[in-house]
C-alpha cells in the first residue's frame, strides 16, 4: 500500500500546495504533538499529509472549509508565532504550524465568511 497522495478534484481550485508544516493538535490525537508534513489549500478543503515512513496515515487528516467555525491566530511550542488555531462546526480543533502564517490565516478568512 503506496503513502496517501493529495489530488485536486475537478470542481476545485488550489490555492497552495506541498506546503511544509507541523501540525500540533488533531482530534485523532489524545496529547498535543509535533507531526511534520505538507498542507494543501483549495477553495474546498485544508489536507494535512504527515511525512514518514510509518503511522502516517493515522495522523494525516482533511477538512471541509464549509465546516469550520473559527479560525485564530497562536502560539505554537514553546512560543512562537507560527500557530493557527481551526475549530470547526462539531467541536473538533486543529492547530496548524505555518510560517507566513498571515497569507494563509487571511486566505482561510476570507473563504469561510
Known amino acids: 500500500m503506496g503513502k496517501k497522495v493529495f489530488e485536486v478534484t475537478d470542481d476545485e481550485q488550489l490555492f497552495a500546495g506541498k506546503v511544509s508544516?507541523?501540525?500540533?493538535?488533531?482530534?485523532?490525537?489524545?496529547?498535543?504533538?509535533?507531526?511534520?508534513?505538507?498542507?494543501?489549500?483549495?477553495?474546498?478543503?485544508?489536507?494535512?499529509?504527515?511525512?514518514?515512513?510509518?503511522?502516517?496515515?493515522?495522523?494525516?487528516?482533511?477538512?471541509?472549509?464549509?465546516?469550520?467555525?473559527?479560525?485564530?491566530?497562536?502560539?505554537?511550542p514553546p512560543f512562537f508565532p507560527f500557530g493557527i488555531l481551526i475549530t470547526m462546526d462539531n467541536g473538533d480543533k486543529y492547530k496548524l504550524s505555518l510560517l507566513k502564517r498571515k497569507k494563509y490565516f487571511d486566505w482561510i478568512l476570507e473563504h469561510i465568511s
Do not use: H
Open 21 to 76: 508544516g507541523d501540525c500540533w493538535k488533531m482530534p485523532q490525537t489524545a496529547i498535543n504533538r509535533q507531526i511534520s508534513g505538507k498542507y494543501y489549500f483549495t477553495d474546498k478543503r485544508i489536507a494535512f499529509l504527515a511525512s514518514g515512513l510509518i503511522g502516517t496515515e493515522s495522523v494525516s487528516w482533511e477538512i471541509e472549509m464549509k465546516d469550520i467555525a473559527t479560525v485564530k491566530t497562536c502560539l505554537t
